[in-house]
């Protein structure tokens, strides 16, 4: 068997340089060669291509080219795919991967025209390992210096470097090493001292080693081990110092704090014996001054540490036994200011904020109580809860009179800076809107006694309301005290007597209510005038009485101009017409008329009497008494009447004036005045413009006696809202807790409730 077909042992049998027996066997046989691969013997089989790829007349190359493929382009809709059959590469038989070149030409070109399609430059996996192979040659040359180096491309060594007891004395803060030492551990140098033969030249002689440079190495050795321990050494006492410093400070400043302690711990007994010794005299206020003092340094003292030493709980234990024999005698309303000043200087050390101003109070910058961080309230909030709050409860349920709010808002005023939020809620929302709402309900103006009895509710309103919270100003809230207001408008509106004249408790609302209270003039006032006009005022040339169109003039404080000119155009012009196309079709005297026409012109204000509308009521009373003169004799017939037609006829008097004609019909007696509407046909008839039903339930409420009614959208009387009036307010029943009773609205609100 050749060489190409097998592989034989080295010459060289066995281990050592002698050589083998000439019969010694083969390291492999005949079957083995057998089983191994050999590449260069081994033949492969050419792929031919496919049956029919080169007929264009093929049963494969019509349907193809049915399909729209162009013979030398790729397949797909742009010719972007492959322009061969995938071609098979073959491997020899026993061969694993990577044993021949996997990917054919063909495949590499189908590779390249992908990549050129989407723009991308494919490189060859052996250009790729032949620049990889390449960077790894550079970078070893760039690395092994002058190129020698081993086969498996490994560096050289390193050099050693050796340092002299001089170096390594420096090196070594504090340690000194003796010049015997020094001079018997540089004899070796830094460098090997080689000698050279002058007999031969080119050749080397090293000299061996004496007991002297070995006694030097030992040395060196002992010396750079002693070095290492002595610096170590030097780095534990450098910690060791730095630790010990650290642990004087704490020292010094746990001194400092049990000091300090110490000095709290005196100062609260002084406090306490102070307590116990005012405890009989807390009417003088140079006990309040003595605390008030004493805690005062106390804050100076430790104002960095108050909370750190809980000396709020200090300071609020220390004027507690005072505060609270204040509070037992306390009238809030007569005398607000009492203890405010001690207060207000120890307010940073109660743990208040600092004192706010007077602007603190508006409406936009009033803050809400919401949900506390901490689960409990502080000991200040509790001994202003449990022995502020019970006098000023019992003083506004008691005591307070809503129509004078003085002395409650002094009270507020002075106290608030020092208030929690939700004390300040507490009292306005449960106590003080309560009593202004029912005090709201009960004003009735049309009432003579009460009408000088109390004052105006904008008197007794207005000053609370930079006290209220801002959902009290807002109308879109049901509960809101202009709601209230709102709705206590609209009834009086609706039952308000036009005679008398404007209602003189309007004007001060119309700055507070700027789009309020136009839609309530104009749906509840504004009809009953046109009412009052219509029955009341009467056209009458010869004894004009004006009182009704004086009365309707007056509201015009109150009105728009534009709306009061559509109420004299809708009731006093038709009736004016009227009465001139009588006249003129009755023997006019048309200087009477003139002047007529001119004195009712001036009958009205300025505003009115140059408002289009009622410009174009004079301008059509000028064209028929034209019209009338064009016609002369012939008017009687043939000048058309108004549309609104004749008002009552008139006849010429024997001196040639119009007057009444003898058989004029009495007027129809003036119906009697409507009775004044109550809160509950307010409330019917809001229910009705709603699309609700107000239901009787022949039932009582528990405490009040007053009738409960349901308001519900349904026809057949079920669900909705169980509700009962007091006064001109509507109480609804809690869905959740039918003992629950809270004020509602004519609104939105009331309208979800009924299921509407």
């Given amino acids: 068997m050749s060489g190409e077909e097998s592989d034989e042992l080295p010459t060289g049998g066995g281990l050592g340089f002698g050589s083998a027996s000439p019969g010694r066997r083969k390291f492999e046989d005949d079957e083995d060669a057998q089983r191994k691969p050999s590449f260069k013997k081994m033949k492969f089989s050419k792929v031919s291509a496919p049956q029919g790829a080169n007929k264009p007349n093929s049963f494969a190359a019509k349907m193809m ?81 002058s190129g020698a180096s081993t086969p498996g491309g490994s560096r050289a060594r390193p050099k050693i470097k050796y340092r002299t007891a001089t170096e390594i004395e420096a090196d070594s803060e504090g340690l000194k090493v003796p010049n015997v030492l020094k001079s018997l551990i540089d004899i070796t140098g830094k460098e090997t001292k080689l000698l050279t033969s002058n007999l031969t030249p080119g050749i080397t002689i090293v000299p061996s080693e004496t007991p002297a440079m070995r006694i030097a190495k030992e040395a ?45 711990v005196e100062t609260i007994q002084e406090l306490q014996q102070l307590s116990m010794e005012n405890l009989t005299t807390t009417e003088d206020d140079s006990s309040w001054e003595a605390i008030t003092r004493k805690l005062e340094s106390l804050e100076i003292d430790f104002s960095n540490d108050l909370d750190n030493y809980n000396l709020q709980e200090v300071a609020v234990a220390a004027i507690h036994p005072l505060f609270r024999s204040a509070m037992l005698d306390w009238s809030p309303l007569a005398n607000p200011t009492l203890t405010v000043s001690y207060m207000q200087r120890l307010s940073h050390i109660l743990g208040l904020a600092p004192s706010s101003t007077s602007d603190a109070l508006a409406p936009q910058d009033y803050q809400p109580t919401t949900l506390r961080a901490r689960k409990s309230t502080s000991h200040y909030e509790t001994l202003i809860y449990t022995l502020w709050l019970p006098p000023v409860r019992t003083a506004i349920t008691t005591t307070w009179d809503p129509h004078d709010p003085t002395p409650l808002t002094a009270l507020l005023t002075t106290w608030r800076p020092l208030l929690p939020a939700f004390v300040i809620s507490n009292l306005t929302e449960q106590l003080i809107v309560p009593r202004l709402t029912a005090a709201l309900s009960a004003w009735k103006p049309h009432h003579k006694r009460q009408h000088h009895q109390y004052p105006l509710p904008h008197t007794w309103l207005f000053p609370w309301l930079p006290h209220l919270p801002p959902h009290h100003t807002d109308l879109t809230y049901p509960s809101s ?126 505003p009115l009497a140059t408002h289009p509308l009622l410009a174009a009521e004079w301008t059509k009373g000028l064209q028929t008494i034209n019209h009338a003169l064009e016609l002369g004799p012939a008017a009687a017939t043939l000048l058309p009447p108004p549309a ?64 409960l009614f349901r308001v519900t959208a349904s026809a057949s009387g079920k669900g909705g809202v169980v509700v009962y009036m007091k006064g001109d307010v509507l109480w609804a029943r809690s869905k959740k807790d039918r003992g629950v009773w809270s004020p509602v609205g004519l609104d939105g609100g009331l309208v979800g409730l009924a299921g509407g």
């Fill in 644 to 707: 609104a037609g004749p008002s009552r006829p008139l006849i010429p008097s024997a001196n040639g004036t119009n007057a009444a004609a003898p058989s004029r019909p009495a007027p129809a007696p003036a119906k009697p005045p409507l009775p004044e509407p109550t809160f509950k046909d307010v409330v019917e008839d809001w229910c009705a413009e709603e699309g609700l039903l107000l239901m009787p339930l022949r039932e009582a409420h528990e405490v009040h006696g007053a009738p």
């Fill in 481 to 606: 005290l202009l709601t209230t207001i709102k709705q206590k408008l609209r009834s009086l509106l609706s039952s308000h007597p036009i005679p008398t004249g404007p209602p003189t408790y309007l004007p001060p609302w119309q700055p507070l209510l700027p789009h309020a209270l136009p839609p309530l003039l104009t749906t509840h006032l504004l009809p009953r005038l046109a009412t009052y006009l219509h029955t009341h005022l009467l056209i009458d040339p010869s004894a004009q009485d004006l009182a009704p169109l004086t009365t309707a003039l007056s509201y015009l404080p109150l009105l728009s101009p534009s709306s009061l000119a559509a109420l004299l155009a809708a009731e006093l012009f038709p009736k004016w017409h009227a009465i001139l196309h009588l006249w003129l079709t009755s023997t006019p005297n048309y200087d009477e008329i003139r002047a007529w026409f001119l004195w009712w012109k001036e009958q009205l204000p300025e």
């Fill in 220 to 264: 060196r050795r002992d010396l750079e081990a002693f070095a290492d321990e002595w610096r170590g050494l030097s780095d534990r006492k450098k910690f060791y110092d730095l630790q010990s410093s650290q642990i004087v400070g704490d020292l010094d400043t746990e001194q400092e704090e049990i000091r300090r302690l110490r000095s709290v």
């Fill in 65 to 145: 080219a049915k399909m729209g493929y162009v013979e030398g382009q790729g397949l797909g809709a742009d010719g972007r795919g492959r322009l061969a059959p995938i071609e098979t590469q073959l491997r020899p038989q026993g061969a694993g991967l990577g044993a021949v070149r996997e990917k054919t030409k063909q495949a590499k070109e189908e590779e390249k025209r992908e990549a050129a399609f989407r723009g991308v430059e494919l490189e060859d996996s052996e250009e790729e390992e032949k620049k990889r192979r390449r960077k790894q040659r550079e970078n070893r040359i760039a690395g092994g210096g």
